[in-house]
């Protein structure tokens, strides 16, 4: 059967088609669009959209299968997918998987015989302070029980389910939150509640008052440093934009947020939308840029439908389009989904997703401020560096000086999950120490239990032990410790904890989500996994532990991208700093955190 769009559709995409460089680049809103029309994206659907967009339908084809959240026709009316990362694991989040796999009588994929539900185990949701945590269709469920999930499968069946939408969670503290101060305010994310604050003054000032050269410069001396990881210098990395380049140049905002343990972005989204667009204003017409794209994670429905809304109203008043503040600056901006792959979080890979294609990173230099989206200087910066822009340019540099240190300025949204009393989004000046975040701010180790480990700046980063956590949370002094500090996402792990499992499931991420274009990559991750699955279900060999380490010296800076480098940092770790634990795995031939079970096959996947 040949599928053709109705006119609504066909005349949506036409407009999407508009708001990209090129028709390909609009692959990836078609596919969601084929999705909404008929529920799901089969063959026939991916040629209809192949011939709508002019490229070849093994070119859909490839790009849908590699992403993860695209409805497939064989999937249920109620697609759940339950988070299994470390920060749910710990929480519970394999067991909730085991419970409703035995419930459902269905495996991770499949859906049950009478069309009802689809169950997929995923990686992390972005929703590690409400740990064990599932999507259900569009809809996040937090801290689940057993019981609550039953409760759930049974109203699915008998047709009287009905979405419920869950709270936020940010515990008060001794810190004033600056980013944070007003989203948990009702109705933070409309354009009249910004306004009511003395929202988008910055970006007038900026653009009516301001050179150009001017923005960066007060970026580059308030010395904000990148929120979504690496921590580069923002102003700087702004001023790497060619002057004399004749081509288009691009902003591109990261809110693809799926480093696990970290869920700062998906808050400022939901709550505070117009704080990225007033900065994306400003950050734009510094760069020289009219075109800005929003892309958020696919796992991020909510999120997107609040931020086109923000994006409309902002439209409406006049802040984008062609007449910016009656500057003249045009000013557009596209919200774009991903669809469910975590490597599209590194800017090159964005850029490629971005592109209409699987989201492969790219060989840098050049560096995407030279040569960045269609070969075209572009900036990308994670959003809660963007949402700090009005700020600076309202106050000025020294005052987002007042927070932080010398060289990690502001304030910072430390994520913090696992085992305290207080998970949630604590925001706070860079430079505290981990062990006030944790023990003071977070409440302490969860019924005062003993801290084994802190996780400090996402799974990517280096593993400290409980002698370390005097650290200062800082981009250079976890540097200087072999760790990072990330995107801040501190996950807490108890003495409870086996370490050995706690790395088969980093592995298990990494080796999921690494997109294979290097070999480095693509096997040391799916060696690395095997090895700690075959130590944790006693089957591991005295020499496992050399071996572990001679991998991630095999992978370390020898890849496209990083993500070879952020699998074998906690790796080493790990292994280092809890080597006893290893070898008493291999020595009694089993894991002696569980009690004393009979080995596993060494092939069994417990996860
Ligand atoms: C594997 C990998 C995943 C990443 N994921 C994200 C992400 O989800 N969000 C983000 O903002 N940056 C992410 N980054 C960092 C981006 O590549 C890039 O440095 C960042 O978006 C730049 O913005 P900033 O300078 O404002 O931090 C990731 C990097 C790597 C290597
Ligand atoms: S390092 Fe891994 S994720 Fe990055 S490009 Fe290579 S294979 Fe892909």
Redesign the pocket.
């Known amino acids: 059967m040949t599928l053709e769009f109705n006119k609504q559709t066909t005349d949506e995409l036409e407009a999407l088609c508009k708001r990209y460089p090129k028709r390909e680049a609009a692959l990836l809103p078609a596919l969601r669009l084929l999705e909404r029309e008929f529920g799901s994206v089969s063959e026939e659907g991916m040629k209809l959209v192949a011939r709508l967009i002019g490229v070849s339908p093994a070119t859909v084809y490839g790009v849908v299968t590699f992403y993860t959240h695209y409805r497939r026709p064989t999937d249920g009316k109620f697609m759940l997918q339950v988070c299994a990362t470390v920060p749910c694991a710990l929480k519970g989040g394999v067991s909730l998987y085991k419970h409703l796999s035995g419930r459902l009588g269905i495996t991770n994929g499949q859906t049950t015989p009478d069309g009802v539900v689809t169950l997929k185990k995923v990686e992390c949701l972005a929703n590690c302070d409400n740990a064990p945590c599932m999507q259900v269709n569009d809809w996040y469920y937090d801290r689940l029980t057993l019981p609550v999930v039953d409760g759930m499968i049974e109203s699915m069946r008998a047709g009287t389910w009905k979405p419920v939408r869950m709270g936020y969670n940010i515990p008060k503290h001794k810190y004033e939150p600056v980013l944070l101060k007003h989203v948990l305010e009702k109705d933070s994310e409309t354009i009249a509640h910004y306004l009511g604050r003395g929202g988008y003054k910055a970006a007038e000032k900026a653009l009516t008052t301001l050179k150009p050269a001017d923005v960066i410069d007060i970026v580059k001396k308030s010395g904000l440093r990148?929120?979504?990881?690496?921590g580069?210098p923002?102003g700087t990395?702004w001023s790497f934009v060619p002057q004399a380049s004749p081509k288009p140049r691009y902003l591109v905002l990261?809110d693809?947020?799926?480093?696990p343990g970290t869920f700062k972005d998906k808050m400022l989204t939901e709550r505070d939308p117009h704080a990225i667009i007033e900065g994306a204003m400003i950050a734009a017409y510094a760069i020289g840029s009219h075109d800005i794209y929003w892309y958020l994670r696919g796992e991020f429905p909510l999120g997107a439908k609040i931020a086109q809304q923000a994006v409309d109203e902002a439209y409406a008043r006049g802040f984008l389009g062609p007449n910016p503040c009656g500057t003249g600056y045009r000013l557009d901006i596209t919200v774009h989904r991903g669809a469910g792959a975590?490597?599209c979080?590194?800017?090159t890979g964005l850029l490629s997703s971005l592109e209409g294609q699987r989201g492969n990173p790219k060989i840098k230099p050049p560096f995407p401020a030279v040569e960045g989206y269609f070969r075209c200087p572009t900036i990308?910066?994670?959003v809660a560096?963007i949402a700090s822009v009005p700020l600076i340019i309202a106050n000025g540099p020294e005052w987002f000086r007042k927070w932080g240190t010398e060289k990690s300025p502001g304030t910072m949204i430390f994520s913090v999950s696992g085992h305290v009393e207080r998970p949630g989004l604590f925001e706070a000046p860079l430079g505290i120490p981990l062990r006030e975040l944790v023990f003071d701010l977070a409440g302490g180790v969860k019924g005062g239990r003993k801290l084994k480990a802190v996780v400090p700046g996402g799974i990517s980063s280096g593993v400290l032990t409980p002698e370390e956590i005097d650290v200062k949370m800082d981009f250079d002094s976890l540097a200087a410790i072999k760790s990072m500090l990330g995107s801040a996402g501190v996950t807490v792990l108890d003495e409870t904890v086996c370490m050995v499992d706690t790395l088969w499931n980093t592995l298990r991420f990494f080796h999921h989500e690494s997109c294979g274009q290097c070999t480095p990559c693509r096997e040391g991750t799916g060696w690395l996994e095997k090895i700690l699955r075959r130590i944790e279900n006693g089957h591991g060999r005295p020499e496992d532990l050399q071996l572990l380490l001679d991998i991630c010296d095999g992978m370390v800076g020898r890849t496209i991208?990083?993500?070879a480098d952020?699998a074998a940092m906690p790796t080493r770790s790990i292994v280092t700093k809890f080597k006893a634990e290893f070898e008493a795995h291999i020595e009694k031939k089993r894991c002696p955190m569980k009690g004393a079970a009979a080995p596993q096959p060494a092939t069994a996947g417990a996860h």
């Open positions: 990148g929120r979504g990881g690496a580069f923002t990395k990261n693809d947020e799926s480093e975590y490597i979080g590194e800017e990308v910066n994670n560096t991208c990083v993500l952020a």
